[in-house]
């Protein structure tokens, strides 16, 4: 189900953060320790209502400081691209600037919805300056205070009214992947070799695909849909520039994915902010396989010590299947669709109750909790309780005698006894009755 989009834009210092904060809430990461799940929350969905949707703080986009108007240019730019409703948020008390005027302009270019939150209104009698805002042009005024929680109800309400019922949505049971990462690593080029046709853009020189394409294809007669994360469709050096611009990109896709292929440059080896897109992807519960692309480009490759490397350096997707190729020289390519195939089928896994139950149970008998305060935790019943990332719930007498480090020794002999290699799978544990 495809989400709708929601952006933030204005100059700065209006308050989009604050705004994006109070409509997002505190989005709490699933696994809080986790080294590259990323605390940046440019980009995360909320919930309104019967609504879900994706909402965008633009204000967390960086540009250069010494471009002023090119960063707020570049906000909007990303806002008219991706969004389906644009919130103009404006600063209640210290009235219209220049700046406003030249967001305003480019919005009403973009016939796209906007809504403008006129900021800083945090007391009822200063509701009469809305007034001054109408000039704007605008169908939609709400004042809003995100320091005082005031006006969001009548904000979401206007934000989400021509939002479509996706609730009886017919399904795609296509499995889907994408291709995320740093921009040229490779992944136009992997796409194309994977499909055997020429439907991206292909360059060496960062940011140059110039569309999002979703490419349907048929492997061993089964259809594919691989959603392509690289498309910049306006250019320039400013848009080129945003590293974060292709994390957002690349945080959409895997939203819409079953699987993320998490493309790396083998020459380059791993920096930050792979991880930081690796981490989204486990966030979010989706199934992972590594790509150590341009393969052919190193001198003495080993594949053995780059294995280490990458087990060393995402310690937290171990499960996750490496794949060595090279999107130029085709070479390998012919790997990858087995792993798509296999992690497909992980990933909606089931396994029987007594099986897992009798595994849980040698295991719980192999490596008895220790007592604390004079109670041991017991585990009395285990079941799937879903899919898409595997969920198993244990019924026990305590759960808050659950040490994490044994949820791992539970987690890791679930791994040894089941096929789960390239998805996560989550424990949940409920007290007996709950």
Known sequence: MKLSTVALVGRPNVGKSTIFNKIVGKQKAIIEDTPGVTRDRIYSEAKYKNYKFNVIDTGGIDVSKDLFNDEIKVQVEIAIEEADVVIFVVDGMEGLTTNDYEVRDMLRKSNKKVVVAINKLDNPKRFERIYEFYELGFDEYVPVSGLHNIGFIELLDAVCKDFKDNAHEQVDHRLKFCLIGRPNVGK??????LINEERSIVSSVAGTTRDSIDTVFTYEKEEYVIIDTAGLRKRGKVFETIEKYSLLRSLKAIDNSDICLLVINAEEGIIEHDKHIAGYALEKGKGLIIIINKWDTLKNPNINQYTKLI????????????????????????????????????????????????????????????????????????????????????????????????????????????????????????????
């Open 188 to 193: 136009s080029s992997l796409l194309n070799a």
């Open 311 to 434: 087990r060393s350096e995402f310690q937290f997707l171990r499960y996750a299947p490496i794949v060595f190729t090279s999107a130029k020289t085709k070479k390998r390519i012919h790997t990858i669709m087995p792993e798509v195939k296999k992690v497909g089928e992980n990933i909606k896994r089931e396994v029987k109750t007594s099986a897992l139950n009798d595994a849980i149970q040698d295991a719980y008998q192999l490596n008895i909790p220790p007592s604390y305060k004079g109670k041991r935790l017991k585990i009395y019943f285990v079941n799937q309780s879903g899919i898409k990332p595997p969920k198993f719930t244990f019924h026990v007498n305590d759960k808050g005698l659950v040490h994490f480090s044994y949820e791992r020794y539970l987690e890791n002999k679930i791994r040894e006894t089941f096929d789960f290699e390239g998805t996560p799978i989550t424990l949940q544990f409920k007290n007996r009755g709950e």
